[in-house]
């Protein structure tokens, strides 16, 4: 892996409050880098999250990030695929698919399931839970 790879691998972060100067900011935004499996090769292959809204959005690099997972009634749960350590699962219930994400610590998984958890729990309109359960 090259240098300037490394030190993008832990740019992960969770911006908590809303910029007034910066409309693109949501209240739980998170971006950084994962390995996400490969549905057809079942490869592991590093790609650039962001979760915004609702969506779970991935691709090569930040600005190739057009892919989108919606996290609408998804389940997300950690995993153990692969015998690989701090995976997780997103199982969208629009497309029955599983998507599998591996990150680089155990902190940084439980970071990115609990960002997913809650945006998908934020985005439902006139649901009166607003639990937040990660399997």
């Known amino acids: 892996m090259a240098s300037s790879e490394s030190s ?21 935004e998170l971006k950084g880098w994962l390995l996400k499996r490969s549905k057809i090769s079942r490869k592991w292959k590093k790609q650039w999250f962001l979760l915004k809204n609702t969506d779970l959005l991935y691709g090569d690099t930040p600005e190739n990030a057009s892919k ?49 958890c809650f945006a998908k729990a934020a985005g439902r309109d006139g649901d009166n839970s607003q639990a937040c359960v990660i399997q």
């Open 8 to 28: 993008d691998s832990r740019t992960n972060s969770l911006n908590t409050t809303s910029s007034h100067n910066d409309e693109a900011l949501t209240h739980n």
């Open 68 to 116: 989108r997972i919606a996290l609408n009634d998804a389940e997300i749960s950690e995993s153990n695929i692969d015998k690989k350590d701090h995976t997780f699962r997103i199982k969208s219930k629009d497309s029955n698919r599983s998507f599998y994400m591996q990150a680089d610590s155990e902190n940084t998984q439980h970071e990115w399931m609990q960002a997913i």
